[in-house]
């Protein structure tokens, strides 16, 4: 059950992105229930950035995204329920081996096509089961699939994930839509377990690039459900060059307004993995402020995120703000002044001048953990610098779901 408001995770009404064609099919790779493969297209004048897990152990599909990426790629082709991760020399064969398949069927160079899983590590990747309906895919191909695109890319996701937002620049628009899978495994080095953002705009693969960068810094960086960095993670920002609207240039105001416009993309797919992270009954914001910089500050609040105390003691609603507390002071800040510091459950100051504030109750402190959205803010008093973190609390269904995964 995802944490959140009834209508809050519903799959929004997204419209086309002119120029991007979706088509799903159904592979068997874990389950028959639904579909599990997802193919993209892009026009030929398309631009395409990626980033990818940092995790040392990458999939086999990342390696060969990546080498792929430069080579211009027109197509994306995903799979869910297994990750082909861990699988050596022959994860890698068979990798190319399915892009070899589809790039028969569509005519094109293998190495325009870049391919993602997500799903069960150390398995081989059913090549044969992926080969078959690979035709079913290519002709379902349409610029309204997002829905079946997102439900086609869940592993343990409760709900499909998608956010769209529209521009108006220069008497035209530009269209923005995200979708985005993950549940567990999820603490980011790059991006989001499989993300994927299209745009009508017209804009250069560099700038493109560096605007995916940065926006999944302040975003998909800034989320964790578990502290397990995948070994699949990957995020695409596809551009089609199909708007109207000109040209986005760097030194332009048209870019700063499209920068913020993915930003806030990112930001929404982001909250939406933590509030359907594996078991979740509470989504926690931490807000670190009065940091000296902001590596600092993300450094105290992913401590505090990452805290299995913590965790267990937000889901069983108990004000332990000593928990909270000692991770803070883990944290690693160099000459830390604990005098200095504050920290508040939503805005009942639970720890001023060291210690317990002297205003705190329990009552007011129950009467927060009680709540299912609880904002975590820790004043360091060491600067002007703040950086917000999300995460969620750690439930019984958590080791259920994840000890039963394989079953």
Same mark, same amino acid.
């Given at each position: ?22 088509? #799903? ?20 004048? *398309? ?29 994306? =082709? ?22 070899? %398949? ?11 096509? &870049? ?11 059913? $090549? ?15 610029? @309204?699939?997002?829905?079946?695109? *997102? ?12 956010? %769209? ?9 530009? #269209? ?16 989001t377990l499989l993300g994927f953002m299209a745009t009508d705009a017209k804009i250069s ?23 397990? #960095? ?45 509030? @359907? ?5 509470? &989504? ?7 940091? !000296?910089? $902001? ?16 965790? #267990?003691?937000?889901? !069983? ?7 909270? =507390? ?13 005098? *200095? ?25 129950? !009467? ?11 004043? &360091? ?27």
């Open positions: 059950m995802a944490v959140g408001q009834q209508g809050q995770c519903d799959f929004p009404a997204m419209p086309a992105v002119a120029g991007i064609r979706l088509g #799903t099919a159904c592979a068997g790779i874990k389950q028959q229930l639904r579909d599990d493969l997802l193919l993209i297209a892009m026009p030929e004048q *398309a631009s395409c950035a990626a980033v990818f897990t940092q995790n040392a152990f990458c999939a086999a599909p990342v390696q060969i995204a990546k080498a792929h990426l430069p080579q211009r790629p027109r197509w994306l =082709l995903v799979n869910s329920g297994n990750a082909n991760a861990g699988t050596g020399v022959e994860g890698l064969q068979d990798t190319l081996s399915v892009c070899a %398949s589809l790039s028969e069927i569509l005519g094109c160079d293998p190495r325009q096509i &870049l391919p993602f899983s997500t799903g069960v590590i150390g398995q081989r990747l059913p $090549v044969d089961k992926i080969a078959v309906v690979l035709p079913i895919a290519t002709q379902d191909l349409a610029q @309204d699939h997002w829905e079946p695109a *997102a439900r086609a890319i869940m592993t343990t996701d409760t709900f499909p994930k998608g956010v %769209s937002k529209v521009l108006e620049l220069d008497g035209g628009t530009i #269209t923005i839509n995200g979708i985005a899978k993950g549940a567990g495994m999820i603490h980011p080095n790059m991006a693969q560099p700038l493109l690039q560096a605007c995916l960068a940065a926006a999944v810094e302040q975003s998909f960086n800034r989320i964790t459900v578990d502290g397990d #960095t995948s070994t699949n993670d990957a995020c695409v920002l596809m551009a089609s060059g199909c708007s109207k609207v000109p040209e986005i240039m760097a030194d332009s105001g048209h870019y700063r307004v499209f920068a913020e416009a993915v930003l806030d993309v990112a930001k929404q797919l982001a909250e939406l993995i933590v509030r @359907d992270g594996e078991g979740a009954t509470k &989504l926690m914001r931490i807000v670190v402020a009065e940091a !000296a910089t $902001v590596d600092e500050a993300v450094q105290v609040a992913k401590t505090i995120a990452h805290s299995p105390l913590v965790k #267990t003691a937000f889901f !069983a609603s108990d004000p332990n703000w000593g928990r909270i =507390l000692a991770a803070v002071g883990r944290a690693g800040v160099d000459r830390l002044v604990l005098e *200095a510091v504050q920290i508040y459950l939503n805005e009942v100051c639970i720890v001023s001048g060291g210690g317990c504030a002297p205003d705190y109750t329990e009552e007011a402190g129950q !009467a927060v953990m009680d709540q299912d959205e609880i904002t975590i803010t820790v004043k &360091l008093g060491r600067g002007l610098v703040s950086q917000e973190v999300l995460t969620c609390d750690f439930s019984y269904d958590y080791v259920k779901i994840n000890a039963e995964y394989r079953t």
